[in-house]
């Protein structure tokens, strides 16, 4: 392990040939886990790197998180995050189009990128050797990314494409998207990650420009750097590649917190399914909210594995749902618990929601057992430590903690807080964000049924 | 870390998290489920697992999610067993359980019919999705008549004719202690892993290898076209596949790297040409699958459902291109350096080393066959990948298989395909 004088003494050579916006300050070390120690550096020009050593394999996953979402866009313009992620593999100054990915797989990259609602990240693992390329790739592309209107154009239909994948043609994101919608009237949570098929198709190449201009800077980002690597190496690399871009303005987010909901939302609709599926979204904290942690485990205790009380309940014991799940939102501002379930064969939606709500009465009324909630945990504690075991999952734990809420080793701070968790907590949490009044509700009904040909909706 | 594969146990350990994943295995898998029972294996295992001990399956749930584990039935063509992971704290009690689920299962009725029951609804809501109606039919239809074909979950009727006699028979044709293989990965020693193989086999009764009397596929003649008809669909899911290759094949690898060019990248022919070029569709990809005896080669794309019939017109003329003509050196070489490099995250974590291995003895590969996996990528020449091409691949013998709505794909699909030998419509309910 090195000392601060050692850091120093590195720093003061990193610095030595580094411009001005590249010189390097470290920031901080923090542990990550009981074994480990992740270092924060910082750039003149305002870019976070956060590295972290780790030798068991000859490989290096490096993730850049830009502070930017579907929650940056504005109405009409919804989707654009997402397509510029796509864009961003394309044609640069320094690179033609396709060479981008040419290199990456020459150089044996597992590279991809995602965007969801708070953030966009890039990633790519290679094996230890190739890390200089992958800084001048990446390095690149926050710089000096073309923009050309037949690119443009070619990337907005494959997103049509993926949005007629994953929500058109696919109940499950079709009511999901609903659900979120239907949820939420002024945040931007409103609208989906991927965005509504007109704005897609209505993009041009200046909006992506101006997308490009306004978030993408190093001062809206964080490098994480996980694997076998040089320190020194890659400090110096990172402060010549990325010192001399300037940090940008960037323009205050313009949050509109959603109001209140004080009535249940309904909206029935139909879709080609086999069966009636049900959604419910009940109002949840943000990530950083002290009541996340006991939510997640009152949502393991309820919708976790076949023993949970609901799975049980309405898959094995009244046999009238073929699954039934709930996703509890990590997101930076409030988001909703999502509970999906499939009802099997002519049973109807309400029928498990009737259900449902017993259940939820129930966890409202009286603590659930230490039993129950030990058992939550440690399926939590399984989780989380089977997403701890390759360089890029780490990458990503640590750039996902540090991007919603500002702490990079955040996943082991919060495992400590869901070890604090005790029954009164879930029956607070239960209490506190299980009210049907702040719920919204999809019914779906099999295309044909005469129940719900089109969309109806009860007014609030 | 150290590394240890005997033909019975294979042992990663790496205490670097305190965690172990562990893989029970048997060498027969849902291919010799008997004619007219298809699901009886998948039936057997996922019993095994809710009834182990003469517990109940909520039983069962509670104690395997008290130690912070998982633990799964997993049954293929060749193989079935259960796998799972756990924290290493439980990693006794899991052994515990795992004897005693290979052991003397009481097989319950109320549970078997329970089973079935959810079975049936499970099979019922995987209609919902295109992409695994795509794949569903494309095996029913080009492995029509062999064991590859037949669904290893099930259909109603071959479900209803199953009963607890002949999951028993089931139990005493694959679970015998010379049939088993432990794989274990993680937290743990190889004293560990040893005591836990010979524990475990000892809770199976004696017994050798089942033969596996499966020949190898033989495909479709001529070109023939299913379409899973879909009301409402905006989107379309293509398969086309022919007869690919086997791990034995003294030209598997060269054709591999072959097909890595086609359709195994980003930058592959079939991506640039589909994907990056034209917008139509998503993904675009080509790929070799491997068992035990020969499979199949496959491309897929998912277009809108007017640019279906033209995608797979594209997808025909870049299958003959490569066919005719060949991959050139330049995508050789750019491939290879692919395939060599990346090998590093086939091998990055413990659990994935243990995998290879295992893989190697359930599906009888070659020996050595990923030990020495980068030094034959590197000897394929562009000669030998284009032989292994002509030798190996027929596009005039294809299953093309598209999920969508027929009303409106039907006819321009048909026009399409040059050659085509017959055309079937399937409902998307169909069982």
């Keep these: ?460 | 870390m150290s590394a240890s594969a005997a033909r019975d146990l294979v042992v990663e350990a790496d205490s670097s998290l305190p965690l172990v994943h562990f893989s029970v295995s048997l060498r027969t898998g849902a291919a010799l489920d008997p004619l007219g029972a298809d699901g009886s294996s998948r039936l057997l295992t996922r019993l095994m697992r809710r009834t182990a001990g003469g517990r109940s399956a909520e039983q069962n749930d509670i104690l395997v999610d008290g130690l912070g584990a998982a633990c799964s039935a997993d049954v293929g063509s060749s193989s079935l067993g259960f796998s799972g992971m756990v924290i290493t704290r439980s990693l006794p009690k899991m052994l515990e359980l795992l004897a005693e689920i290979l052991s003397k299962p009481e097989l319950p009725e109320a549970e078997l019919q329970l089973l079935k029951r959810e079975t049936l609804a499970e099979l019922e809501q995987l209609k919902e999705s295109d992409k695994v109606l795509a794949r569903r039919w494309f095996a029913r239809r080009f492995f029509a008549g062999h064991s590859y074909g037949r669904p290893s979950a099930g259909t109603p009727t071959t479900l209803a004719s199953i009963d607890r006699a002949a999951l028993r028979q089931g139990y005493q044709r694959s679970f015998t202690a010379d049939n088993l293989v432990c794989c274990f990965a993680g937290d743990l020693d190889n004293s560990t892993a040893e005591a836990a193989r010979k524990t475990l086999k000892s809770a199976l009764p004696p017994g050798g290898v089942p033969v596996d009397t499966t020949g190898d596929p033989q495909g479709v003649n001529g070109r023939r076209l299913v379409i899973v008809d879909k009301p409402e669909r905006t989107q379309t899911q293509i398969v086309i596949g022919c007869l690919g290759t086997h791990t034995s094949d003294a030209d598997h690898v060269a054709l591999h790297v072959a097909n890595t060019v086609l359709g195994g990248t980003f930058t592959a022919r079939l991506m640039q040409e589909i994907r990056v070029k034209r917008g139509w569709s998503y993904g675009a990809n080509s790929s070799l699958a491997h068992e035990r005896r020969r499979h199949a080669m496959t491309m897929s794309a998912f277009p809108k459902a007017e640019d279906c019939a033209p995608c797979i017109a594209l997808q025909l003329q870049l299958l003959e291109a490569w066919h005719d003509t060949g991959i050139t050196q330049a995508e050789l070489d750019s491939v290879k350096s692919y395939l060599t490099r990346s090998h590093a995250f086939n091998i990055d974590t413990c659990s994935k080393r243990a995998s290879l291995s295992l893989d190697e003895i359930l599906y009888d590969l070659p020996a050595g066959y990923y030990k020495d996996y980068l030094a034959r990528i590197n000897a394929v020449t562009v000669e030998q990948a284009n032989a292994a091409i002509q030798k190996r691949i027929h596009p005039e013998n294809l299953l093309i298989v598209v999920v969508g709505t027929e009303s409106v794909i039907g006819g321009p699909v048909r026009e399409a395909i040059p050659n085509l030998a017959d055309s079937e419509i399937i409902p998307y309910d169909t069982d």
């Excluded at chain 1, 003149?44 to 030798?55: H, K, R, T």
């Excluded at chain 1, 001048?136 to 949005?163: D, G, I, T």
């Excluded at chain 1, 939820?360 to 440690?378: G, K, W």
């Design chain 1, 1 to 460: 392990m090195s000392t601060l004088a050692d850091t120093e003494a590195l720093l003061q050579r990193v610095n030595a040939k580094a411009p001005a916006g590249g010189r390097v300050q470290f920031v901080e070390t923090m542990p990550f886990g009981s074994k480990q120690q992740l270092e924060r550096y910082c750039l003149a020009n305002g870019l976070s790197v956060l590295l972290l050593f780790d030798d068991s394999a000859p490989v290096v996953s490096y993730h850049t998180w830009y502070r930017v979402g579907s929650r940056h866009e504005r109405v009409g313009k919804t989707g654009l995050a997402h397509l510029f992620e796509h864009l961003m593999f394309n044609e640069t100054e320094h690179l033609p189009a396709g060479d981008f990915d040419r290199k990456m797989e020459e150089a044996g990259a597992e590279s991809n990128a995602s965007t969801w609602l708070d953030w966009t990240q890039y990633n790519a693992a290679v094996p230890k050797d190739q890390l200089p390329l992958v800084v001048e790739l990446e390095s690149e592309r926050m710089a000096h990314l073309v923009l050309r209107e037949p690119q443009v154009a070619s990337e907005k239909e494959v997103v049509a494409n993926e949005r007629r994948y994953r929500v058109d043609d696919d109940v499950d994101g079709a009511i999901s998207e609903l659900l979120w919608a239907t949820a939420f009237k002024d945040h931007a949570y409103r609208w989906p990650t991927i965005g509504w098929m007109e704005d897609i198709q209505a993009f041009t190449t200046s909006d992506c420009e101006e997308f490009y201009r306004t978030y993408y800077s190093p001062n809206n980002a964080t490098v994480v750097v996980v694997g076998d690597f040089e320190r020194e190496a890659l400090l110096r690399h990172l402060a010549m590649a990325y010192g001399e871009m300037p940090a940008a303005v960037l323009p205050i987010e313009q949050v509109k917190p959603e109001p209140p909901q004080t009535a249940e939302r309904r909206v029935e609709i139909s879709k080609p399914t086999v069966s009636d599926k049900l959604a419910v979204g009940y109002r949840c904290p943000a990530l950083g909210d002290f009541d996340h942690p006991a939510l997640t485990l009152l949502s393991e205790v309820l919708f976790g594995g076949r023993a949970s009380r609901l799975v049980k309940k309405l898959v094995r014991e009244l046999e009238i749902a073929s699954e039934v799940r709930m996703f509890v939102g990590p997101f930076r501002d409030p988001g909703l618990m999502e509970l999906t379930a499939s009802a099997r064969d002519e049973h109807r939606a309400e029928e498990l929601l009737a259900v449902i709500d017993e259940e939820f009465a129930r966890v409202c009324s009286e603590a659930v057992s230490q039993a129950e909630l030990d058992r939550a945990l440690a399926r939590f504690e399984l989780g989380m430590l089977s997403g701890l075991e390759t360089a890029d999952s780490k990458a990503s734990t640590i750039g996902f903690y540090e991007t919603v809420l500002g702490e990079p080793g955040a996943a082991f701070a919060r495992l400590a807080s869901l070890r604090r968790q005790t029954p009164s907590d879930l029956l607070r949490v239960a209490r506190r964000y299980l009210v049907p009044e702040a719920r919204s509700v999809i019914l779906v009904r099999p295309s044909g049924d005469d129940a719900g040909d089109d969309v109806e909706e009860a007014a609030e």
